[in-house]
């Protein structure tokens, strides 16, 4: 064993996490390593590709808006893009790119290795470094050691990981890569606790061999839409999708293999994920249903292969080509790939702090699916936030943490280190209880201002977030300030412009309230200034919805006012009388940093939390 070199920060894992974290260190100036098994495979997406969707959509958004790189390279190398929901309320319509895989990953490539303060090594991390509770480096299968003030695990579904295609088994991480063994045994030495968790991927299938005629064609959608608020040109999109279903063939076939099955037969021991069960769970789970839609997806411009997206299966490859070929269109299908199931370690989040930082271990970070949760989306959010909070770990200044109110990123974390997850978690709408504020289209007006605070936001995001803060404003106080009053004169402009008429004296901001009223509508026919479409969808949204919004607002207030009620970290609850056991448990364990954060843990009542704010008053102030 020899010692290498070091660093600020060390990144352990080089996916979607590990290169939000490591970019986040390097740009805040911290001496970075970032550590991979592949070079080859860095930014790899091994199951679905593509970028965003409900939810998932916003998290890039505000990764983007921190000053993050997913949602520039989904600009960059998007192949065709949508905007989901479009029926539905702005609050939960959602960004979705299909990505070029190996643009995607050549272009993440290039930007990790043009970063300053940052380097790119391939080695495979064997044993974590601690001394007196502290990280201070890392050991390779190589016997190098690297020394680090702080060490970020962005591991993936590398750690243990184990490959499942019905009855063979091997050990492996995604895509057939290598798995990391030791690490596990490493962490566990460290007295932290592991998960056993499974997720898993449909076939990948040869285009020559899909007869497209039989399908429905899934075209993208032409409109100024992006994912990252300073890409200029708009995505262009290059190639279509296509929608199949199964049927009771396919179903009858699954059926009948189902003691095959690794899920069903108890090969499987890890949980997988609930939003994204396997072909076979689906059969299980809802045998009413007479079939399932499949999507085909190129993985990019320049091959052939396409993703059976819905057809995640761990399945016997004989099984996989039999029931494949009943579908519609792939009679004659070819596999390239087969899908398979690959469980893997993690650890339970429970043991991190709102910074992802390990409450045990001072200088120990986590993100991504190394943390419990799933997709590539859940993963980038988590890795710039660890990233940032490494850097102000190693600088020792404040930390950044996201309230709940303020982005799905703050949901996510909070989720996962107050309530803990059983299985692979993925980011709902449904779970932000202030959807309507933490919209796509106003997450740089959210998030920005703390990217610009920290040093994150470069020049150019800088000046262009100015620009479109001035837009508003200056265009809302003409909006609120131009009174019109009912006459022929102002009830024709509006018919111009298919606007019906007004009967009262009014701000032409209340126009905007009515459907259907546009802000380019209005400056056709008023004076109003010429602003950018982003900025006037900004000021539409917020006019529109302007009265859930402000009761949004008002819940959000209510609780911030819980949040900003600290608890010491050195608190004893089994000395607070009247505090029930099972809360006192549930504090201990989780030890949360306010009353607001209580509030969310399970078993932790009204109650209690009275209990706990009355002893906390008692205590004398330091």
Not at 134 to 152: C, D, M, S
Not at 382 to 393: M, P
Not at 478 to 495: G, Q, S
Not at 589 to 607: D, F, L, M
């Amino acid at each position: 064993m020899f010692l290498e070199d070091r660093y600020d920060v060390i990144v352990i894992g080089a996916g979607h996490a590990g290169i939000e974290a490591a970019l986040a260190t390097a740009r805040l100036g911290c001496k970075t390593l970032l550590a991979t098994l592949s070079l080859e495979n860095l930014a790899m997406m091994p199951c679905n590709p593509s970028i965003g969707g409900p939810a998932k959509g916003n998290l890039v958004r505000e990764v983007d808006a921190l000053g993050g790189e997913m949602g520039v390279a989904a600009d960059k190398t998007c192949i065709q893009f949508r905007t989901l929901n479009t029926g539905k309320g702005f609050a939960v319509q959602a960004l979705r790119a299909q990505a070029d895989k190996r643009m995607y990953q050549f272009f993440m490539k290039s930007v990790c290795e043009n970063t300053c303060n940052l380097d790119l090594k391939q080695l495979l991390i064997e044993d974590i470094i601690t001394e007196n509770d502290k990280i201070i480096g890392v050991t390779t299968e190589t016997n190098e050691t690297f020394l680090a003030n702080a060490v970020i695990l962005a591991s993936g579904t590398y750690l243990g990981g184990r490959i499942i295609i019905g009855e063979s088994i091997f050990n492996g991480g995604p895509n057939g890569q290598r798995a990391a063994n030791k690490l596990s045994d490493s962490l566990k030495n460290c007295g932290i606790r592991l998960m056993r968790f499974k997720t898993g991927t449909p076939a990948r299938v040869d285009g020559r061999t899909i007869d497209f005629s039989k399908m429905e064609i899934q075209c993208g959608v032409d409109e100024n839409q992006n994912f990252s608020f300073i890409t200029e040109t708009p995505v262009i999109n290059k190639a279509v999708c296509y929608l199949t279903y199964t049927n009771k063939r396919t179903h009858d076939i699954l059926k009948k293999n189902l003691h095959r099955a690794p899920m069903a037969n108890g090969v499987i021991e890890g949980v997988g994920p609930r939003y994204c069960p396997s072909i076979e769970s689906k059969i299980i789970r809802f045998p009413d249903k007479d079939r399932h839609q499949l999507f085909l997806e190129p993985e990019g411009l320049g091959t052939q292969e396409f993703y059976v997206q819905g057809m995640s299966t761990s399945m016997p490859a004989d099984v996989q080509i039999e029931f494949l070929r009943t579908i519609p269109g792939l009679e004659n299908v070819k596999i390239m790939r087969h899908g398979y199931a690959i469980e893997y370690d993690c650890i339970d989040p429970l043991q991190l702090k709102q910074t992802l930082e390990f409450k045990n271990i001072a200088g120990l970070f986590s993100a991504g699916q190394s943390n419990g949760s799933s997709g590539y989306e859940e993963a980038a959010a988590q890795g710039i936030i660890a990233g940032i909070n490494a850097a102000a770990f190693v600088k020792n200044t404040e930390p950044l943490i996201l309230k709940r109110s303020e982005g799905y990123i703050g949901v996510l974390i909070d989720d996962l280190v107050t309530k803990g997850t059983d299985e692979p978690y993925r980011m709902l709408t449904s779970r932000a209880e202030y959807r309507l504020l933490l919209r796509h289209d106003n997450a740089d007006i959210r998030l920005t201002p703390h990217a610009i605070r920290i040093g994150l936001a470069s020049p150019e995001r800088v000046e262009k977030f100015k620009t479109k803060i001035t837009e508003i404003e200056v265009a809302s106080n003409k909006l609120n300030e131009t009174r019109i009053t009912p006459c022929k004169e102002i009830n024709e402009k509006l018919k111009s412009v298919d606007i019906g008429e007004i009967h009262t004296t009014m701000p032409i901001a209340d126009l905007i309230k009515r459907p259907g009223v546009t802000y380019e509508k209005l400056r056709k026919i008023f004076d109003l200034p010429n602003i950018s479409r982003n900025s006037a969808k900004q000021i539409e949204i917020s006019l529109f919805y302007s009265g859930y919004i402000q009761k949004q607002s008002e819940l959000a207030d209510k609780m911030l006012n819980l949040e900003k009620i600290s608890i010491p970290d050195d608190i004893n609850y089994n000395l607070i009388q009247n505090l029930r056991f099972e809360a006192k448990e549930k504090l201990s364990k989780i030890r949360p940093c306010s009353i607001g954060q209580a509030t969310r843990i399970s078993g932790v009542s009204p109650a209690d939390i009275s209990v706990l704010i009355v002893w906390l008053k008692s205590i004398p102030k330091k």
